[in-house]
């Protein structure tokens, strides 16, 4: 075989990497370079020559001649009985280039460079796809589940390239399968070793903003801007959104008519619900818009501590708290304000016990509405000595619950 046949068979690694033969040549002389060292010690009196056309590699040693009895060596002289052996006019002193054989090297040596030559694509692929990738995070991308783990799952792209959703970037209510599509986006790249891990997310707030870009041609056209994303994943989302065109209603146009276009995302997401607000730079107004959907009385902000007081009436305040505190959490990350709800009650009204269900657990509820003791006032104006004999509650209780209450009337 000689050094054509031998690159040739080399270069078959071309046709199933991503790599230019140009590239594959200069690899080839560096592993090659590598070999030569192995065996003669030094390759800096070698020249590797490349023709990435033809496919053909050429390497010559360069020798001095030198007397017979002063060879010291062999790699970088060669004596002037050699030299003449390659040229009969050779004399002392001339430099002798003489064609090095791949076969030369050896068995062992043409089996390494075949190990060295794949490890170094290898190499050149994962810097590739490690660039290529890290200049993504953050886009949408859609691919084949390919196999279901319990803490992670793996998804091929259509180029072939494996990529991870780890457990804690899944969505609690998603069910996989293997071979279905999915959407997530690119959340960071790592490298393990050498191998480039590509790690998708889709419980980030950047895949339901990249939803919107995708499914509502305004946002992608930047007609409408999304101003920020807040999210608890499969439960509940904020989306703060605005125009500059007067003429479009972005609330409108992300919404859809009948909901059609934001019920698309939904489905996506695992039925997250999701409210879409207008935004402003009335801190009042967006805190207001914020915790729809509950109707806001008035508002209290202290913009040196960064919190807000708010009141409703109370009825509307399980909706401003929501279910496991998610609307008063979320609304208080997209304004960037601790949010306090409280309930607005005229010194003159009463409250049913029942509506305080959000601060009182219901068992002591019921046990006031057992001696008929059913509003805030009625246990108020109860002292604690007579609530605690009629009752199965300790004072310690009582005296709590008689503060939650007392709150509700002071100014």
């Excluded at 001649?65 to 009969?88: F, H, M």
């Excluded at 401003?320 to 601790?338: E, H, K, P, S, T």
Aim: aromatic share 6%.
């Amino acid at each position: 075989m000689d050094n054509r046949e031998l690159i040739e068979s080399f270069s078959e690694f071309k046709s199933d990497k991503n790599i230019d033969r140009v590239t594959l040549m200069a690899i080839l002389e560096e592993v090659f370079r590598t070999a030569l060292k192995r065996k003669y010690g030094s390759d800096d009196n070698f020249d590797i020559i490349v023709n990435p056309d033809k496919g053909d590699l050429e390497i010559w040693r360069n020798r001095v001649v030198v007397a017979d009895d002063e060879l010291e060596d062999d790699n970088a002289e060669v004596s002037l009985t050699d030299a003449q052996k390659i040229e009969p006019d050779f004399e002392i002193g001339e430099d002798v280039s003489e064609e090095v054989k791949i076969m030369d090297l050896g068995r062992r040596a043409i089996l390494s460079l075949g190990q060295n030559l794949r490890s170094r694509i290898m190499d050149h692929d994962n810097t590739i796809l490690y660039k290529k990738f890290k200049d993504l995070v953050g886009d949408l991308v859609t691919g084949e589940i390919h196999h279901v783990r319990p803490n992670v799952v793996i998804i091929i792209d259509d180029e072939g390239n494996e990529m991870v959703m780890p457990k804690d970037q899944q969505i609690p209510s998603d069910y996989y399968r293997k071979g279905e599509s999915i959407k997530a986006i690119i959340k960071d790249v790592e490298l393990k070793g050498t191998k480039p891990q590509i790690i998708l997310s889709r419980t980030e707030p950047k895949f339901l903003e990249k939803l919107f870009e995708q499914e509502i041609p305004e946002v992608y056209d930047g007609l409408i801007t999304i101003k920020g994303v807040v999210r608890i994943p499969g439960e509940k989302a904020k989306v703060a959104v605005e125009s500059y065109d007067d003429r479009i209603d972005p609330v409108g146009a992300c919404v859809g008519m009948k909901g059609a276009r934001i019920h698309g995302i939904v489905r996506e997401l695992g039925n997250e619900n999701i409210d879409v607000i207008n935004f402003t730079n009335n801190l009042n107004l967006f805190i207001t818009r914020a915790m729809s959907p509950a109707k806001i009385v008035k508002i209290d902000i202290n913009e040196e501590t960064k919190k807000a007081d708010v009141w409703v009436i109370p009825e509307e305040v399980s909706k401003a708290i929501g279910r496991g505190g998610n609307n008063i959490r979320l609304a208080g990350q997209l304004v960037g304000y601790d949010i306090d709800v409280y309930r607005d009650v005229p010194q003159d009204e009463d409250v049913e016990l029942k509506d305080f269900s959000d601060e009182i657990d219901e068992w002591i509820i019921d046990e006031f509405y057992k001696i008929g003791v059913d509003t805030a006032k009625s246990v108020i104006n109860l002292s604690v000595e007579e609530l605690a004999r009629r009752t199965d509650l300790e004072e310690e209780t009582i005296q709590k619950v008689k503060g939650i209450l007392s709150a509700e009337f002071d100014d």
